[in-house]
């Protein structure tokens, strides 16, 4: 059996630290996943908040009802998300029409990869 590395999304400390914007648009795409898994996100409005620890169980917990993106952005964030990752993606997406990494000096790894997974997802 291969292992499962989650990298970012196997901790809630790391998990807290990618931006609230960029993990909600990363997870948007399967918000009827994780609601039927029992994790709502928060609404558009702001109101609730992320069940940071039920977001890892779904997926430390892949099931045959996993969407095969998600499982695919996942395994590409947490591959992506560290400094070194994070510098190829950089430079790899400098200039490129549609990231908008915004101050990127106080970006984490895991952030920088999510952001660029989310805009170049096709589920987006």
Known sequence: MAAYHLGPFSQVGTLKRIGLEQLLAFLKPHKD???ARGVR???PDGSGEIDYEGL?????NP????PHELAEAL??????????????????TKGHCGI?????????PAEVAV??????????
């Open 41 to 43: 996100l928060p609404s």
């Open 63 to 66: 099931g045959a009802d996993t």
């Open 56 to 60: 890892i169980q779904v997926f430390m």
């Open 100 to 108: 908008n990494l915004g101050n990127i000096t106080d970006a984490t």
């Open 33 to 35: 996943f994780l609601a």
């Open 75 to 92: 395994y590409l964030v947490a591959e992506m998300a560290t400094p070194e990752g994070m510098d190829e993606l950089l430079q790899a």
């Open 115 to 124: 952001q660029i997974v989310t805009v170049h997802s096709p589920s987006q």
